[in-house]
């Protein structure tokens, strides 16, 4: 058992000018509690182009949180695929609305269907290029 105090690991996404759009439409698909800090405001010089991107945001799912920003001017982001958000529910109906809206736009990696391990699963990748898989276990249900 580690020693250290760490109490969670929150996904944070980086995307390039698209953060608020990106962020809004998860809002709305995971039904969470948005706030958006743009970098407007803040102490750092940044470009009036870049006034309104977004310098954090933060989306709170229950006792989950997904954030996220714009990049910096002059630093591009490159969407890699080593890398999932992977959402674990505990209502059937809720997993498979969250998985076809977030899919709306988006490429279905693999259906949402149940599986060998005893639950339901799916891998999506959105309209903004980021991977997300779906579980919800069987058990009980």
């Excluded at 954090?56 to 910096?72: F, I, P, Q, R």
């Excluded at 505990?90 to 709306?104: H, K, M, T, V, Y």
């Excluded at 736009?105 to 891998?123: E, L």
Aim: glycine letters at 10%.
């Amino acid at each position: 058992m580690s020693s250290h105090s760490t109490t969670s690991v929150d996904v944070y996404l980086t995307f390039d000018g698209n953060c608020r759009e990106a962020m809004s439409f998860y809002r709305d698909v995971l039904q969470g509690e948005l706030e958006i800090m743009p970098f407007e405001g803040a102490p750092m010089e940044v470009p009036d182009s870049h006034k309104d991107k977004v310098m954090h945001a933060t989306l709170k799912l229950g006792n989950a949180v997904l954030m996220a920003s714009d990049s910096m001017p002059g630093q591009p982001v490159e969407r890699g695929n080593g890398y999932s958000v992977s959402l674990s529910l505990q209502e059937q109906d809720l997993a498979e609305q969250f998985f076809n809206g977030l899919a709306e736009g988006g490429t279905v990696v693999m259906p949402y269907q149940k599986t060998f391990w005893g639950a339901n699963f799916g891998v999506l990748t959105d309209k903004f290029g980021v991977s997300w898989m779906v579980n919800c276990d069987l058990e009980g249900q």
